[in-house]
């Protein structure tokens, strides 16, 4: 494969990177990051590039594909790599009838983009049943315990640590197999209508407002300022929810950045709320 960024995130934007690294396993993926230390190369980890604005010109340094991906059950104990998507990991639980994994059925990428960025749906996020998070930290690997992450809502410390992650162990109590396999999929049925399938996105671009009187979901103040309607570019907000942007294909992520900024100003003008995004960007 070539080294446009286009050709691996989800949004379909993005120039060249100056090389990609993929490391299928955790010995080749810390020999990758030692190297590049070693060289004084500058890198980005990448994961299921389903969470990235990647920037048209592309990236002038290497790009580390996680894509370990094993994953061991032990009675209520899952043991996985981060490059393991995170659909793998949702339908393993499930079906060894171990609860608390499958409300974030359909969410696309791997279990390390969603511990980075403590993904979430249906009331639920990642970090719920974690007990730890094994990092490499530039030097040496180690486990985290849970309460040293600094999980909240969309946030964690590996959003202000260049750590990598490299492997999750879950504690899950137990459910009903079947049960767990019929909500899953009663949550995808409804995600279907929302994300239809091969949508050039990055699901929410907002993260949602925590203020005293409760969540305000960042697409309720997108809609009031008009965002419904907005497009720069083959870059669009579509009718079906104001807090997605849409490439149609010839859509630029400086377009994309573009909108972002002004739906941005519009709710600061409107409401004094500073709107932050949830996706990330790559070489901006
Ligand atoms: C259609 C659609 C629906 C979505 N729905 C939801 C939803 O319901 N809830 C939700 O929370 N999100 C949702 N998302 C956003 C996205 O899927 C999640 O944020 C996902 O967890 C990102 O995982 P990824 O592997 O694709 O990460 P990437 O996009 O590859 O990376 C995201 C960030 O994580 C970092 N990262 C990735 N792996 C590692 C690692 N191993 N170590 C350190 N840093 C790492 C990257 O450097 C980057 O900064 C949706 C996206 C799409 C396209």
């Known amino acids: 494969m070539d080294n446009l960024l286009k050709h691996r995130t989800n949004f379909k934007f993005g120039g060249p990177a100056k090389k990609i690294i993929t490391a299928k396993s955790e010995v080749e993926l810390i020999g990758a990051l030692k190297d590049l230390k070693l060289k004084k190369t500058k890198y980005y980890i990448l994961g299921g590039g389903t969470n990235i604005i990647a920037n048209d010109k592309g990236y002038g340094g290497v790009i580390v594909k996680i894509a370990a991906a094993n994953l061991k ?26 609860f608390g994994l499958e409300t974030l059925a359909g969410i696309p990428g791997t279990v390390g ?18 007990k730890k998070v094994k990092i490499f930290d530039g030097k040496n690997s180690r486990w ?61 671009i907002f993260k949602n407002v925590f203020a005293k009187s409760g969540k305000i979901p960042a ?43 002004i739906l941005k100003k519009k709710v600061y003008r409107k409401y004094g709320i500073r709107l932050e995004e949830e996706v990330q960007y790559l070489g901006f």
């Open 73 to 98: 059950i032990n009675g209520k104990k899952i043991i996985c790599d981060a490059g393991l998507s995170l659909g793998k990991l949702v339908g393993a639980a499930n079906s060894a009838g171990l």
């Open 113 to 130: 983009g969603a511990i980075y960025g403590n993904a979430g749906a249906y009331g639920r996020e990642i970090s719920k049943f974690l």
């Open 144 to 204: 985290l315990p849970r309460t040293s992450c600094g999980f909240f809502y969309r946030e964690s410390v590996f959003k202000k640590k260049p750590w990598v992650i490299l492997a999750a162990e879950f504690n899950l109590p137990e459910g009903s197999a079947k049960k767990l396999a019929e909500k899953s999929k009663e949550i995808i049925k409804i995600r279907e209508k929302k994300y239809k399938p091969n949508l050039r996105c990055a699901g929410s």
């Open 219 to 261: 697409g309720r103040l997108l809609e009031s300022v008009g965002a419904k309607s907005m497009r720069i570019g083959g870059v669009y907000v579509p009718q079906q929810h104001a807090n997605i942007i849409i490439n149609n294909g010839r859509g630029k992520a400086a377009d994309a950045k573009k909108l972002i900024d």
